[in-house]
């Protein structure tokens, strides 16, 4: 371990480098009870400036050497192996911060067994790096490398094997340092790899690979900026070799290359199976300025020759923005609002070229959110501005090879900021933040051209690239019946989801293409002031290409809906249902926030094959969402269809359940008002869809199909249903049809 001096009079603490360790056994043999080497370093402490740190390097390995006859194999054993190449810059919370906060990066681990074996029990490996903390300019964080292999040398076969029936933990982490402005931190990277090996490691193994920026010095008085978080890099990979014989064995992986600024950990909800993975990595406080970006790495997942099994592969690229502070004369720089930052996804993949892979559950996810926004609560302060959440780049690639699977889950979402502290924490707080917005990203499943790839799926496959608006904070109330202000959602825009089958052969009997969105939930609000409007809701694009024969799909859905978000309320959860843990709520006398609007994408679907499906559904529906019942009803959103195009080009396709091609839009209901006026019916507006058949050799067989670009508006409201006889109910929404076509050109049937 490498240590830099620290002398509370030094202007400036002495930088630290870790050393060098070897553990190597060329044709020998080491063994032991359990193996722990340090060389990390720790950056000294100064008054102006900390000093930096760089961690040194280990490695351990078992080679080959020459024998009498024959390569003889290095064998190393033990019962456990902790080894840690880190940096830090150490903070001393009894003394004065220094001015300048001293840069870590982590070193680098290497563990190899190549021709030679490798048998240990518990592993935990880290080349971290943390900035240190300053009153000025933090310290950036860099995560050092860290790889893991079996390879074949001399014509021998090398071995690794690692028992994590408790767990197994491999972290090339980076935290950047807090000060004035928050410190950047990027993560390592993470390498495992095994070509004509045995590599096992059984149990639970965490990966990671995070990028976690720095925050700001809060209560100062000074404006300031989260540091940026950007996520490392890891594998892992069967590669070919020469033999094509790798065998990879895992039980359940936990890969995370996140990149995040600061943020309250409460200001991220998991929002998984449909919406973001859930993030890895802790909180901390809300920015006094504007906050960081947060933005994903890169997760790869490769088989290339060989084997590779697990119970679960869950990679996640996942990035999220810091949140931001309120802003004033006495706590900032006064009238300007502060940003939160955007959290952007980065990518996961998972690409099969040959050999074969049997994965009980793959998730790989690229999510993206925004960081949170805090609301005004005092006439002199500003509120700040929710970040936006776009989603990455989520990919599963088939060109060669077996994949089987139970599940297969690719995401790209994206999420907007939400909630401020005060609303979270309290329904006494006074005013809640409006939500951000969320941006779908990429996710598809490519099968191209001249592969010869299999995917076979005994349950589902699901392609997501939706997009979720954040929500709006809940206002509390002081008890004078005063009026606090709720916050809006935000809106939701999906992005493109996508399937290619143009080789190859995927056998599945559900898959879910989906480009959907929902806006963002309104804040209830326990003043007398409205619940907050609800977010609009947008849908992407979803495209699926059915190019080529040898595919086995039951149930196909390809999405792309809108839908508005959930009208917060004038009133308060006043308790929870014993039976069914559901909210139950009490209405106050005030307005209903709001329906949002729904509008829908594009859903297309191109089939030049001839496929049998069990059901076919391409959608772009847009629905409004109702008011909120209160006092005053909510006014419903609008509804408008978007674009569902089946085309079918070549071949006899046959759908013995229902076949539905729609792009309607449904106008949300008018919410009731208990003693005054009901909400507007929201308006509806019919899309465009499209059943088209084509060429002389091209047939269809459904006894259950529907062509629809209907429009429904929303009922109004009803009024005066406690008090306030005489009242007149709401309007309803109008609506107006689309455009339906079902088409059967010359020569199809």
């Known amino acids: 371990t490498g240590l830099g001096s620290a002398n509370a009079p030094l202007l400036a603490g002495g930088d630290a480098i870790g050393g060098e360790i070897n553990v190597i056994a060329n044709g020998g043999s080491i063994s032991a009870a359990n193996l722990s080497a340090y060389a990390d370093a720790i950056g000294g402490l100064g008054s102006d400036s900390s000093g930096n740190a760089t961690g040194g ?26 080894l840690s190449a880190s940096a830090e810059v150490p903070n001393d919370y009894y003394s004065p911060q220094p001015v300048a906060g001293g840069n870590a990066r982590g070193g680098a681990i290497n563990v190899s067994a190549a021709g030679g074996s490798i048998t240990t029990g518990y592993i935990d490996l880290a080349a971290d790096g943390a900035g240190g903390d300053a009153t000025g300019a933090g310290g950036t964080g860099s995560g050092g490398s860290i790889t893991l292999s079996a390879t074949a040398l001399n014509g021998l076969r090398g071995s690794f094997a690692a028992d994590c029936t408790s767990y197994c933990s491999i972290t090339a982490d980076g935290r950047g ?18 070509a004509d090996a045995d590599f096992a490691m059984d149990g639970d193994l965490y990966l990671q690979a995070n990028g976690i ?30 033999a094509g014989s790798a065998d990879m064995r895992f039980g359940s992986v936990f890969a ?127 509120s700040s501005i929710a970040g936006q959440g776009t989603g990455g780049t989520a990919q599963l690639e088939s060109r060669g090879g077996v994949l089987n699977a139970d599940a297969i889950s690719i995401e790209a979402n994206g999420a907007g900021g939400g909630s401020d502290y005060y609303s979270y924490y309290s329904y ?80 599945t009997p559900s898959l879910l293409v989906s480009a959907a969105s929902a806006g963002g939930k309104g804040g209830d609000n326990d003043s007398d002031g409205p619940g907050g409007a609800a977010g609009n809701g947008i849908g992407g694009t ?41 909210p139950i709520y009490a209405y106050g006398s005030g307005q209903g926030g709001a329906g949002g609007a729904g509008q829908g994408g594009l859903a297309d679907l191109l089939i030049d094959v001839d496929p049998s499906f069990a059901s076919l559904i391409v959608s772009a529906d847009g629905f409004g969402s109702a008011g909120a019942l209160n006092g005053t009803g909510g006014a419903g959103g609008a509804g408008t269809g978007g674009v569902a195009a089946l085309n079918i080009g070549f071949g006899a396709t046959s759908v ?78 109008d609506a107006t049809g689309g455009t339906a076509l079902f088409a059967v050109n010359a020569g199809a049937s």
């Open 542 to 582: 979803a495209r699926v290409a059915y190019l080529s024969e040898g595919h086995a799909i039951g149930a196909l859905t390809v999405k792309a809906d809108g839908e508005g978000g959930v009208a917060g309320i004038n009133g308060y959860i006043d308790f929870f249902d014993e039976g069914t843990g559901e």
């Open 656 to 733: 013995s359940g229902e076949l539905r091609v729609s792009a309607s839009g449904f106008g949300g209901a008018g919410g009731a008002g208990t003693i005054g006026a009901g909400g507007r019916g929201g308006d509806a507006f019919g899309g465009t869809a499209t059943l088209g058949l084509t060429g002389a050799s091209t047939s269809l067989d459904a006894g259950d199909i529907g062509v629809m670009a209907q429009a429904l508006g929303g009922a109004g409201g009803g009024a005066g249903l406690q008090s306030g006889p005489g009242l007149a109910g709401a309007d309803g929404g």
């Open 213 to 242: 920026g720095g925050g700001t010095e809060f209560y100062d008085g000074v404006a300031g900026r989260g540091g940026d978080g950007l996520g490392g890099a890891i594998a892992i990979e069967s590669r070919a070799g020469a």
């Open 177 to 194: 340092g807090y000060g004035q402005n928050g410190a950047n931190a990027a993560g390592g990277s993470i390498l495992i790899y095994a």
């Open 256 to 382: 995370s290359a996140d990149g995040a600024s600061t943020e309250a950990s409460f200001g991220f909800r998991a929002l998984s199976s449909g919406n973001l993975s859930t993030l890895s990595l802790g909180g901390s406080t809300f920015n006094e300025g504007d906050g960081g970006t947060g933005t994903g790495g890169s997760v790869n997942f490769l088989v290339a020759g060989g084997s590779m099994t697990a119970a679960s592969l869950l990679g996640t690229a996942d990035g999220r923005g810091g949140a931001s502070s309120i802003n004033c004369p006495s706590c900032g720089d006064g009238v300007t609002p502060f940003q939160a930052g955007s959290g952007q996804g980065g990518t996961a993949q998972f690409s099969i070229t040959g050999g074969s892979a049997t994965i009980a559950s793959l998730t790989l996810a690229a999510g993206g959110m925004g960081g949170a926004g805090a609301a005004a609560s005092a006439p002199d302060e500003v």
């Open 57 to 82: 390097s280990i490695t351990v390995s078992a080679r080959t050497a020459a024998g009498p006859s024959a390569a003889l194999a290095g064998t190393i054993g033990f019962g456990s192996m902790s």
């Open 428 to 507: 006494s707080g006074p005013n809640g933040a409006d939500g951000g917005a969320g941006i779908g990203g990429t996710a598809r499943l490519l099968m191209d051209v001249g592969g010869t790839g299999q995917i076979i799926v005994s349950e589902d496959v699901s392609i997501r690239a939706q997009g979720f608006g954040g929500e709006g904070g809940v206002a509390g109330s002081d008890g004078s019946g005063g009026f606090y202000t709720a916050g809006a959602g935000g809106n939701g825009t999906g992005g493109t989801a996508e399937l290619t089958l143009a080789s190859g052969a995927l056998t």
